[in-house]
């Protein structure tokens, strides 16, 4: 036998009576704690209610998983608490305890730090450096439950973990800084866009031509939205798309916050158990079914099995989703949708529908130089209604101007800026392709003299 074999169930007791130390001692405040059957590994060991006396405290429903190891200095990696962390979404809780006798890695804290900004759920990740602290402390209330050769090895087994790693509580937000938006009108466009969607929601549509900027004015908008609100995004770029499956697989991804590559590694076992604490009158045993054919296909669905699958998988999605909006809003941004193919529209399509009059902004960035785009948009207007529109333009010749000044300062000559300016194009992505072949081509560079003379006859 080993020690996470011997010793798994008395970790799980033991995580429930630490947890325990965490709950508020107040008269007003009841909980319950109720240890959960035995079920294999992924679901959740504790569910705690608590409950108050004042009708203005909403009840709160606290989740508990513990993750007994072998004794090493390894992490506990996330995909092996995923599921508990679906679970948690499903069955709504507001917060979730993940204990272990490992450590977390500093991806991992990132990556939990991001699912609570979107999903609304508060994780503590308990590592071995708290559950050892709060054993020495309870130790001689502990040992008379525990056996004490049990607690021994937790405590000792500290010292092999990188105290670097212990669970930060770095709470501050980072924002990404960005490049300046060029432009009087842009920057106005920007500012009109953000007052007209601030505490709205709905579908924002930003539009224009191949590389006039969409993309950045875009990032300007959501680094805005998150640095005044705190609202969070997700970004689905559809290019990433070629199947049906695939864009539903980033929708529950982006739900769930839970990586892709970790959803496709789930067994049909890990599916149906991420479900199992839902009653049917929950969630449908049609929505299970469509559940698991999205994400463990055996076979290619026909057109009328495709859409009935669909149905019941979006049935699950509202089920899970609108709850998470209604805590807290969020803003979904869709770009690259000239990659889109015509299954992927109309699953957006959908997609839209299901949810655009709940609390989330749908943003979509969308060229008015590929039909394909304008015909999506067109029916889409025609279905639901958008709150707002903007276009971004060309850059004018003073845009321009300042646009190369800010990017290629002191780059060419005042010769070779003055005639190089009179050629470029007037959109950001193109004017930096022209210009970066002359700025290294010695050749095409002195060839900006003559040019210059002949644009000038």
Same mark, same amino acid.
């Given at each position: 036998?080993?020690?996470?074999?011997?010793?798994?169930?008395?970790?799980?007791?033991? !995580? =429930?009576?630490?947890?325990?130390?965490?709950?508020?001692?107040?008269?007003?405040?009841? +909980?319950?704690?109720?240890?959960?059957?035995?079920?294999?590994?992924?679901?959740?060991?504790?569910?705690?209610?608590?409950?108050?006396?004042?009708?203005?405290?909403?009840?709160?429903? =606290?989740?508990?998983?513990?993750?007994?190891?072998?004794?090493?200095?390894?992490?506990?990696?996330?995909?092996?608490?995923?599921?508990?962390?679906?679970?948690?979404?499903?069955?709504?809780?507001? $917060?979730?305890?993940?204990?272990?006798?490992?450590?977390?890695?500093?991806?991992?804290?990132?990556?939990?730090?991001?699912?609570?900004?979107? /999903?609304?759920?508060?994780?503590?990740?308990?590592?071995?450096?708290?559950?050892?602290?709060?054993?020495?402390?309870?130790?001689?209330?502990?040992?008379?439950?525990?056996?004490?050769?049990?607690?021994?090895?937790?405590?000792?087994?500290?010292?092999?973990?990188?105290? !670097?790693?212990?669970?930060? /509580?770095?709470? $501050?937000?980072?924002?990404? !800084?960005?490049?300046?938006?060029?432009?009087?009108?842009?920057? +106005?466009?920007?500012?009109?866009?953000?007052?007209?969607?601030?505490?709205?929601?709905?579908?924002?549509?930003?539009?224009?031509?191949?590389?006039?900027?969409?993309?950045?004015?875009?990032?300007?908008?959501?680094?805005?939205?998150?640095?005044?609100?705190?609202?969070?995004?997700?970004? =689905?770029?559809?290019?990433?798309?070629?199947?049906?499956?695939?864009?539903?697989?980033?929708?529950?991804?982006?739900?769930?916050?839970?990586?892709?590559?970790?959803?496709?590694?789930?067994?049909?076992?890990?599916?149906?158990?991420?479900?199992?604490?839902?009653?049917? @009158?929950?969630?449908?045993?049609?929505?299970?079914?469509?559940?698991?054919?999205?994400?463990?296909?055996?076979?290619?669905?026909?057109?009328?099995?495709?859409?009935?699958?669909?149905?019941?998988?979006?049935?699950?999605?509202?089920? =899970?989703?609108?709850?998470?909006?209604?805590?807290?809003?969020?803003?979904?941004?869709?770009?690259?949708?000239?990659?889109? /193919?015509?299954?992927?529209?109309?699953?957006?399509?959908?997609?839209?529908?299901?949810? @655009?009059? @709940?609390?989330?902004?749908?943003?979509?960035?969308?060229?008015?130089?590929?039909?394909?785009?304008?015909?999506?948009?067109?029916?889409?207007?025609?279905?639901?209604?958008?709150?707002?529109?903007?276009?971004?333009?060309?850059?004018?010749?003073?845009?321009? /101007?300042?646009?190369?000044?800010?990017?290629?300062?002191? @780059?060419? !000559?005042?010769?070779?800026?003055?005639?190089?300016?009179?050629?470029?194009?007037?959109?950001?992505?193109?004017?930096?392709?022209?210009?970066?072949?002359?700025?290294?081509?010695?050749?095409?560079?002195?060839?900006?003299?003559?040019?210059?003379?002949?644009?000038?006859?």
């Amino acid at each position: 036998m080993s020690f996470a074999t011997d010793n798994w169930e008395e970790f799980e007791k033991l !995580s =429930i009576s630490i947890l325990e130390t965490y709950l508020p001692a107040d008269s007003e405040i009841s +909980y319950s704690i109720t240890h959960t059957p035995n079920r294999k590994d992924g679901g959740y060991d504790g569910l705690i209610i608590i409950a108050s006396g004042n009708e203005n405290i909403d009840q709160c429903k =606290i989740l508990s998983e513990s993750k007994l190891r072998e004794l090493s200095n390894k992490d506990l990696p996330m995909s092996d608490f995923s599921k508990t962390l679906i679970i948690a979404i499903n069955l709504m809780a507001q $917060k979730i305890y993940i204990f272990t006798n490992l450590h977390y890695s500093t991806e991992t804290q990132k990556r939990i730090h991001k699912f609570s900004s979107f /999903s609304n759920i508060q994780v503590e990740l308990v590592d071995i450096f708290e559950v050892s602290d709060r054993v020495k402390e309870l130790y001689k209330t502990l040992k008379a439950t525990y056996s004490p050769s049990f607690l021994k090895q937790l405590i000792d087994s500290v010292s092999t973990h990188p105290v !670097s790693k212990r669970v930060s /509580s770095e709470k $501050k937000v980072h924002i990404t !800084s960005l490049n300046k938006l060029i432009g009087s009108d842009r920057n +106005y466009q920007l500012d009109q866009c953000y007052k007209a969607i601030s505490g709205k929601k709905g579908i924002v549509i930003i539009k224009g031509c191949s590389g006039c900027g969409k993309s950045f004015f875009i990032e300007h908008l959501l680094n805005k939205m998150y640095r005044e609100s705190s609202i969070p995004y997700h970004k =689905i770029n559809m290019e990433e798309f070629s199947t049906v499956q695939a864009f539903l697989l980033k929708i529950l991804s982006s739900i769930w916050n839970i990586d892709t590559l970790d959803i496709t590694n789930f067994s049909e076992q890990d599916i149906n158990e991420i479900t199992d604490y839902l009653s049917e @009158e929950e969630l449908s045993i049609r929505s299970r079914a469509s559940l698991l054919n999205i994400l463990k296909p055996k076979s290619v669905p026909n057109e009328t099995q495709q859409d009935i699958l669909q149905f019941y998988f979006f049935e699950y999605l509202y089920r =899970i989703y609108v709850p998470i909006l209604r805590r807290k809003k969020q803003v979904i941004y869709f770009d690259n949708l000239d990659y889109a /193919s015509g299954s992927a529209f109309q699953i957006l399509n959908k997609f839209i529908k299901k949810f @655009e009059k @709940e609390n989330i902004l749908l943003l979509l960035e969308i060229r008015t130089d590929i039909k394909k785009c304008e015909d999506f948009l067109s029916h889409l207007m025609r279905d639901v209604p958008v709150i707002y529109i903007t276009e971004i333009k060309e850059f004018d010749s003073v845009e321009l /101007s300042q646009y190369f000044e800010y990017k290629y300062k002191n @780059e060419f !000559s005042y010769e070779e800026e003055k005639a190089l300016k009179k050629i470029l194009p007037r959109t950001p992505l193109l004017i930096d392709t022209v210009t970066e072949l002359f700025r290294h081509d010695l050749g095409m560079r002195g060839s900006l003299y003559t040019l210059d003379t002949m644009l000038a006859i």
